[in-house]
C-alpha cells in the first residue's frame, strides 16, 4: 500500500468521527440507489444479471457521493479509488469452505 492510499484511508476513519449516526443515515438516503431487478415485458434477469446491476448501482453511487458530497474534484482520483477498493475486495475474497465436494458444487451454482 503506497503513502496515497494511507492517507484515503485516514480521511475516511477521519468523517466516520465527523457525523452523528442520524446525519449518517441522512446522506446514504440521498446517495442510495435501490436495486429492482427488471423483469420487463416477461424478461427475467438471470441471478448474475442481478448481482452484476447491483455492483453497478453500488459503484455509481460511490462515485456520486465523492463528488457531490466528499469533495473530490478530479475523475482520475475518484476512478484510482473506486478501482483500488473493487480490486481489494476480489484479492481479499475467500470461498466459503465445505465439508464435501458434493457442497462445493452445490455452492457454485
Not at 442510495?32 to 416477461?42: F, I, N, Q, S
Not at 427475467?44 to 442481478?50: F, H
Not at 447491483?54 to 466528499?70: C, G, K, L, P
Amino acid at each position: 500500500m503506497d503513502e496515497w492510499d494511507k492517507e484515503e484511508r485516514n480521511d475516511d476513519e477521519e468523517r466516520k468521527d465527523e457525523l452523528t449516526v442520524e446525519e449518517r443515515d441522512e446522506e446514504l438516503k440521498a446517495f442510495l440507489t435501490e436495486y429492482e431487478p427488471g423483469d420487463e415485458e416477461g424478461v427475467v434477469e438471470s441471478v448474475a444479471e442481478i448481482m452484476t446491476g447491483r455492483v453497478q448501482f453500488a459503484i455509481m453511487d460511490q462515485i456520486n457521493h465523492m463528488i457531490y458530497a466528499a469533495g473530490f474534484g478530479n475523475p482520475d482520483e475518484i476512478k484510482k479509488i473506486v478501482l483500488r477498493d473493487v480490486r481489494l475486495y476480489i484479492d481479499d475474497y475467500r470461498p466459503p469452505e465445505s465439508n464435501s465436494e458434493e457442497g462445493d458444487e452445490d455452492s457454485l451454482k
